[in-house]
């Protein structure tokens, strides 16, 4: 199966910071990456898929990209709603799987 | 509203079975894959499976395979998982999930979860 490994797994940053996380792939993806939102005691939200295609209604701060093995999802200047846990999953073999999981914490 | 709806989770003893349902509602179920992902306490989200619009693929995570069967009724909009031979590390939150294909590919609907706790 292919591992996904997403770092940093906390990050602490301000409103109006720039951030950006990482994910590495055990193998070649060919841009079959997706990025989700969790926010606890919510349900987890679409955020891009194909590794840079912004899902509609998904606000233009976020944007995802990448290519091969390495991925990055980066929100260019982070507001309250975006304090959350992210997640990237990958699709390009049968069994589907996620990363770690990053949290994005207030500093 | 496009949704979906888990039911069927509860406390089990190891060993036993629970057959988790979803409902969807608000869009055309057969132009679909589904899936079922699960969410352990203090831990992060884990595929657990998934199958094709019309079931010709179906596929599981190791952790699950071989003791967990995914299914569905496209004539009532449902979607199922057999889970079977319980471990307590199978204590979850399982979430169905809507694909954005009729392939296996990433999610873009998700319920608010059914809990399913396995404990002696």
């Known amino acids: 199966d292919i591992q996904l490994t997403q770092s940093p797994s906390t990050l602490s940053a301000s409103v109006g910071d720039r951030v950006t996380i990482t994910c590495r792939a055990s193998q070649n993806l060919d841009k079959w990456l997706a990025w989700y939102q969790h926010v606890p005691g919510r349900a987890p939200k679409l955020l891009i898929y194909?590794?840079?295609i912004l899902k509609r209604g998904v606000p233009s701060r976020f944007s995802g990209g990448g290519s091969g093995a390495e991925y990055s999802l980066t929100i260019s200047s982070l507001e309250p709603d975006d304090f959350a846990t992210y997640y990237c999953?990958?699709?390009?073999?049968?069994?589907?799987?996620f990363g770690g999981g990053t949290k994005v914490e207030i500093k | 509203e496009v949704q979906v709806v888990e039911s069927g989770g509860a406390l089990t003893h190891p060993g036993g079975s629970l057959r988790l349902s979803c409902a969807a509602s608000g869009f055309t179920f057969d132009d679909y894959a589904m899936h079922w992902v699960r969410q352990a306490p203090g831990r992060g989200l884990e595929w657990v499976s998934g199958?094709?619009?019309?079931?010709?693929?179906?596929s599981y995570a190791d952790s699950v395979k071989g003791r967990f069967t995914i299914s569905r009724d496209n004539g009532r909009n449902a979607l199922y998982l057999e889970m079977n031979t319980l471990r307590p590390e199978d204590t979850a939150l399982y979430y169905c999930v809507k694909d954005i294909t009729a392939a296996l590919n990433a999610f873009d609907v998700w319920g608010r979860g059914t809990k399913v706790v396995v404990s002696s």
């Open positions: 999953q990958q699709y390009n073999t049968y069994t589907l799987t």
């Open positions: 199958l094709t619009w019309n079931s010709d693929r179906k």
């Open positions: 194909k590794s840079s």
